[in-house]
């Protein structure tokens, strides 16, 4: 039994940051009942004392009735088998899937399989990024890995661990700062605390459970991103400076930008269609994750959802009201070694002209850039 489509949470962090340690403490919370925690090999992770009995080949039931299996092969073949257990019976319910990646990994295969598989994408939803941060050795770790830094741009949550094994304050305040620059719109946590929960690290996506309706400043990180002071509008710079003097001595930070592209009024499908196409066909592959709220001129009344990470992109759905009265077009584009002069004059060129003025395909194809600068 499941309430489809089903979220998945993305559980990453680099080597030795704690994902096992905090995954142990959330299994015991009662609201992650009828969870499926999905890792990579049984031997390099320790679900402590939860093991009960080897219930089937590549899945383990847990003491607390959730499930551990690993990725068999790939990760679609994994929640194939999942939705085929529940659908069968073999699974009694199915309420939510954690996935944790390995230390290494860039989270944006992960988060693909989840959002472009045709038939996955009717039974899950992605729900959320949740990236930790090792308050010990996080500088580190960022300044000699990319993937690091790229863990974190695309979080949803930054939950810092360790930061009671005698970290210097000033060292974990100027890591709190690095991260807030690196993603500026996610919420940034502490494992210690004992609010860092369930509620807390959970339940990231468009739809709010604790109200029963859209969030859409929540979910495009607005709220986070205004508290710390780094929300980037529609200016149409885009070398403006964001004046953090510890940001000049970070080269991976400085390849990571977030910020936002705004236009009020509605704008037409055909127009945001072909930006968005152009812009992962050019540029996909440094586009780390984006976020949207879209008004269409052919139906204002009900905004558009896009969700995409690099060339792929989420169905688009439908609203079917504004949730928060706010209507126009809010993108939020976190990029790696993306030119964002690039993206706002190809964004200008298709909100700032009218319908019938819409750039010819075929001529931006061959060189957007050209034409995007008009």
Request: hydrophobic share 40%.
């Amino acid at each position: 039994m499941a309430d489809f489509p089903i979220p998945v949470s993305v559980l990453t962090g680099f080597l030795g940051a704690g994902k096992t340690t905090l995954l142990n403490r959330l299994l015991k919370d009662p609201a992650l009942a009828d969870t499926a925690v999905i890792i990579n090999e049984y031997g390099e992770v320790a679900i402590d004392h939860l093991l009960v009995e080897q219930a089937s080949d590549g899945i383990i039931q847990l003491s607390d009735g959730c499930l551990c299996c690993t990725v068999r092969g790939e990760l679609v073949d994994t929640l194939a088998d999942l939705v085929d257990r529940l659908q069968t019976g073999r699974i009694a319910r199915l309420a939510r899937v954690i996935v944790e990646t390995t230390g290494l990994a860039d989270p944006a295969p992960v988060l693909q399989s989840v959002m472009a598989h045709p038939a996955l994408v009717q039974a899950f939803r992605l729900d959320g990024v949740i990236t930790l941060v090792d308050a010990v050795n996080g500088e580190a770790t960022l300044d000699a890995h990319v993937e690091a830094v790229k863990q974190v741009a695309v979080a949803d949550r930054i939950v810092l661990s360790k930061a009671d094994l005698g970290a210097n304050p000033s060292d974990l305040e100027a890591l709190r700062a690095r991260l807030r620059q690196i993603n500026p719109g996610a919420d940034l946590l502490d494992a210690g605390d004992m609010k860092t929960g369930v509620a807390a690290l959970f339940d990231c996506g468009l739809y709010n459970p604790a109200t029963e309706s859209a969030d859409v400043r929540r979910w495009l990180g607005e709220e986070a991103a205004h508290d710390h002071g780094h929300h980037h509008g529609d200016h149409g710079d885009g070398d403006h400076d964001h004046g953090h003097s510890h940001d000049h001595g970070h080269r991976h930070d400085q390849r990571v930008r977030s910020y936002s592209l705004v236009h009020d009024g509605p704008v037409p499908f055909s127009a945001i269609e072909m930006f968005l196409d152009l812009l992962r066909s050019t540029h996909g592959e440094h586009l780390l994750r984006m976020k949207g709220v879209i008004e269409l001129k052919e139906d204002p009344s009900r905004p558009l959802v896009i969700h995409g990470v690099q060339k792929i992109l989420h169905p688009p759905a439908r609203l079917p009201a504004w949730p928060d009265g706010q209507r126009g077009t809010r993108l939020v584009l976190i990029t790696l070694d993306m030119p964002e002069d690039y993206v706002r004059r190809l964004f200008a060129a298709f909100t700032n002209r009218p319908a019938v003025d819409t750039p010819d395909r075929a001529a931006l194809e061959n060189n957007p850039l050209a034409i995007a600068g008009q």
